[in-house]
């Protein structure tokens, strides 16, 4: 059913009330009725010369409005056929700056149409009296049609008036096709004042800047003594024109502010906002609407990616998509990409998860000082930046900044170079915090580089008004692939993953097997190494066995031992472990084990912690202790699921001194109980120790956030390790690691 007005002259009202935060001195949602949302009820004068105002029931451009801190349903729309709508301005305080913005569908056939106008007069309207002229302040008007013309086009006006006589000296008149098609537009115009003494226009058209204008005149909607009366006035002709969420402010709004009508929802913290794969094109996989629009370049895309398949969500949740192609960057090209979608805008994102994934190609010859990847305006600051530093390794950088234009920075240089022709994960995590700062947080192949807390001044926000997305080719080639922006801090266990194979690991399965053969790599989930944070890794081929044996002793797979790695006195190493397997959404059962010794007749000193998984302190993953005795002692740590306190720990001491120079494997199994507890066992040289624990409270979790493994000697004693794998699920001692021998064996029956 249709709600029908039919009017000759309805009561003219003034729209005349305080502007808010955003500067709002006109909104009408054209909901159910004409009155703004200020005027109490009040409705502006119609007329209707035999036409009609109807609110239709269905039809609506969206069922939401949005805008940065801003959302409301969206129940009806106006539909004009044949009348036309007067709104008085003259009280709002519009002066040299403003802001116009509705939603307009219309089919019509009419030649110089004026849609919507505004404009001023010496006097009050009258019934059937059209009375806007020149100057335009605004105007939208449907052309004449040419005759091989198969569109109506439409043009945008603003003019200038001189400010003695009042005649129009100069004027504003993009125009557009394809407008008048019977679908919804959202149309925006806004005037904005320069230093230079004139005044700059901006139109936009379904959310994209679709032309600029400076004037060196100044543009004023100020009333004068001729004219003292401002109006806007709507239709009038005899075609249906529909008008939503039409809205007037007395400043130039940032595209952030400006409403969305649209059936989409307010992002929430683990939701999506942009997610561009680079599969042939630029655009984006979420929120389609407010697609990235190319503004300069050509780009290529290739079929150079790391795996075909893209990995999204949790390992328990796994969502799988082809990975088709990625975007190639040629030397020296640049692409420059608008982001329009609103949530992405400074004030509305506070807290995010920026990731990508990059490559550059093999090459002697290093770039410096390049900027593959910006968000930026093209200089400081920068939302997000990923460039080549003077010695040629990739660099990251987040900026934040205040109102006043102060900036601070955090910056990490990744110890990779650039051109080692290898695919590299790139992350940025910013959290609000309560007091209004931000923890900003950088990751390179998903290992943390760098942290800092922004202050409240100078907090990161997310993209700033006119920044863009840059994508560049130096003296080689780069490929990026997979661009996502997250609403809110995502777990690792949930950032993008390009891999091969995309299954849960199984009970029994390892997750982590570092060799230390020459190198801190893993054996197991290769598409997720190690990655040395501090230190320099040593190794030495004083190894514990010559051959390993990996399952049953009896049926296992032999592999040959080549080397361990060696902390030296007074020497440290930290290594982050990325998989995200071993983190604590995933990992509550497990088999830790290694294989350790320490320098013969050494001090090891006392309550030592020679090696660690761990954050900076409790809780423990894992503990190689010295205790106050000097004996080893190993220690797991269960802790609540709250916050990582430790609430429960055990503790084994296999009463074996490390200065006695030999070989000793250790390993810790870990199960979840059905109370939602944890049960430790502890073995040494493949024999239990002691009983088995329940924790008396609290479970342990695996690898929580900001934990790495660490190795640590003190300055009197050097310990070497070997063979640390962590397999999920209780294993069986007889599937420990164990020793293998080389050579020929001969069987006899």
């Known amino acids: 059913m249709k709600r029908i007005m039919m009017s000759a002259a309805i009561a003219l009202i003034t729209v005349a009330f305080a502007a808010s935060a955003d500067e709002t001195v006109l909104h009408v949602p054209f909901d159910s009725g004409l009155a703004a949302v200020e005027s109490e009820g009040l409705e502006p004068l119609v007329f209707s010369g035999g036409g009609s105002v109807a609110f239709p029931d269905e039809g609506v451009q969206g069922m939401n409005v949005l805008a940065v801190g801003y959302s409301r349903s969206n129940a009806g729309f106006v539909r004009l056929q044949g ?8 009280s709002c305080g519009l002066t040299d700056a403003m802001t116009i913005e509705f939603s307009v569908r219309t089919r019509t056939t009419e030649a110089w149409f004026n849609l919507i106008t505004l404009g001023m007069r010496r006097d009050t309207p009258n019934v059937g009296t059209d009375g806007l002229g020149e100057p335009f302040l605004f105007l939208l008007q449907v052309f004449n049609k040419a005759e091989a013309e198969t569109d109506w086009p439409i043009g945008l006006r603003a003019d200038f008036a001189d400010s003695a006589s009042g005649t129009v000296a100069d004027k504003w008149c993009p125009s557009f096709r394809e407008f008048c098609n019977g679908e919804w537009h959202r149309v925006s115009l806004t005037y904005e004042p320069v230093q230079a003494g004139g005044t700059m226009l901006t139109a936009r058209i379904d959310g994209k800047t679709v032309g600029t204008y400076t004037s060196s005149k100044s543009w004023s909607c100020a009333t004068t003594a001729d004219r003292p009366h401002l109006y806007l006035k709507l239709a009038g002709g005899n075609s249906a024109v529909d008008f939503d969420e039409l809205r007037i402010a007395k400043a130039a709004l940032p595209r952030s502010a400006l409403l969305r009508v649209s059936d989409a929802t307010a992002p929430q913290d683990g939701e999506t906002i942009l997610h561009m794969p680079f599969d042939g094109d630029c655009g984006t996989l979420a929120h389609a609407e407010e697609s990235p629009a190319l503004l300069s370049g050509e780009p290529t895309y290739s079929d150079e990616v790391l795996h075909a398949d893209v990995r999204t969500g949790a390992v328990s949740r796994v969502r799988v998509r082809t990975n088709a192609k990625c975007l190639e960057m040629a030397p020296n090209t640049t692409l420059s990409i608008d982001l329009p979608h609103w949530a992405l805008a400074r004030g509305a994102l506070d807290s995010a998860t920026i990731e990508f994934f990059v490559k550059s190609e093999a090459s002697e010859a290093r770039d410096t000082w390049l900027s593959p990847f910006a968000i930026s305006r093209g200089d400081s600051p920068f939302a997000a930046l990923l460039q080549i530093n003077g010695e040629g390794c990739y660099q990251l950088r987040m900026d934040g900044s205040g109102d006043s234009g102060e900036v601070i920075s955090l910056s990490y240089r990744a110890p990779i170079l650039s051109s080692d022709g290898r695919w590299h994960h790139v992350a940025y995590t910013v959290l609000a915090n309560p007091d209004g700062s931000s923890t900003v947080r950088q990751y390179f192949d ?25 994508l560049r080719g130096g003296a080689r080639r780069y490929w990026f692939d997979e661009l996502r922006v997250t609403k809110g801090v995502l777990p690792k266990a949930a950032w993008l993953r390009l891999e ?3 299954r849960e690991p199984e009970d029994g399965e390892a997750l982590l097997h570092m060799t230390f053969d020459g190198t801190c790599d893993s054996l197991a989930r290769i598409e997720d190494p190690p990655v040395v944070k501090s230190g320099t890794p040593t190794y030495s081929q004083d190894v514990w066995k010559p051959f390993v044996v990996a399952r049953d002793r009896r049926l296992g797979e032999w592999r040959q031992n080549k080397g361990c790695l060696y902390v030296d006195r007074n020497a440290s190493l930290r290594i982050d472990l990325p998989y995200v397997g071993l983190d604590s959404e995933h990992l509550r059962s497990a088999t830790i084990e290694f294989f350790v010794k320490g320098e013969t007749n050494a001090d090891p000193g006392s309550w030592n912690n020679p090696m660690k998984i761990a954050a900076r302190d409790l809780p423990f993953m894992f503990l190689l202790q010295i205790w106050g005795d000097v004996q080893y002692n190993f220690r797991a740590d269960a802790y609540a699921d709250a916050t990582p306190t430790t609430v429960a720990s055990c503790d084994y001491r296999p009463g074996v001194k490390p200065s006695d120079g030999k070989w000793h494997h250790v390993a810790l199994t870990v199960a979840e109980n059905e109370h939602g507890t944890s049960t430790f066992t502890c073995y040494f040289d493949h024999k239990r120790v002691g009983e088995p624990v329940v924790a008396s409270a609290g479970s342990w979790k695996g690898l929580a956030p ?12 050097a310990y070497w390790y070997d063979e ?9 001692p007889s599937r420990f690691l164990c020793a293998g021998y080389g050579g020929m064996a001969l069987f006899v029956r």
């Open 500 to 502: 091969g194979e995309t």
């Open 83 to 90: 009348a036309s709508v007067w709104y008085d301005l003259t």
């Open 724 to 732: 640390l794998r962590i397999s999920k699920g209780v294993l069986d």
């Open 446 to 470: 998903r290992a943390e580089g760098a942290s800092m807390v922004f202050p409240k001044e100078t907090a990161w926000r997310g993209v700033d008004e006119g920044m863009r997305l840059f």
């Open 706 to 717: 900001g934990m790495a493994l660490q190795f640590s000697s003190p300055e009197t004693m």
